[in-house]
Nanobody, 126 residues
Framework: QVQLVESGGGLVQAGGSLRLSCAAS??????????MGWFRQAPGKEREFVAA????????YYADSVKGRFTISRDNAKNVVYLQMNSLKPEDTAVYYC?????????????????WGQGTQVTVSS
């Protein structure tokens, strides 16, 4: 059974930093065959795209709202994807989810992703 498990969320003041991790596991899961993405969902809002990275980590894509502040990376040897979040703002408060899509090209559409983690809460206080 394939699992994606996020960690690293918490409470931080505006301007602070957090690093989220998402560990993938499963006997039949080949991490390097999947595009990995981060999404977030704030209360009362739809799930929105944050960042994604291609299968080998050579190409990344970000939502305009986080560009220049967040960095996505992956370690295929460890089956982990990261989201480094700097200069956090109160509007970044949300549950953050990692997701996996077995494809070649990055997509921002959450409906295209096959696998999802349970999410980790990020709260940014003003």
């Amino acid at each position: 059974q394939v699992q994606l498990v996020e960690s690293g969320g918490g409470l931080v003041q505006a301007g602070g930093s957090l690093r989220l991790s998402c560990a993938a596991s499963g006997r039949t899961f080949t991490f390097s065959r999947y595009v990995m993405g981060w999404f977030r969902q704030a209360p009362g809002k739809e799930r929105e795209f944050v960042a994604a990275i291609d299968r080998i980590g050579g190409y990344t894509y970000y939502a305009d709202s986080v560009k220049g502040r967040f960095t996505i990376s992956r370690d295929n040897a460890k089956n982990v994807v990261y989201l480094q979040m700097n200069s956090l703002k109160p509007e970044d408060t949300a549950v953050y989810y990692c997701a996996a899509e077995r494809t070649v090209s990055i997509t921002t559409n959450p409906g295209a992703y096959d696998l999802w983690g349970q999410g980790t809460q990020v709260t940014v206080s003003s």
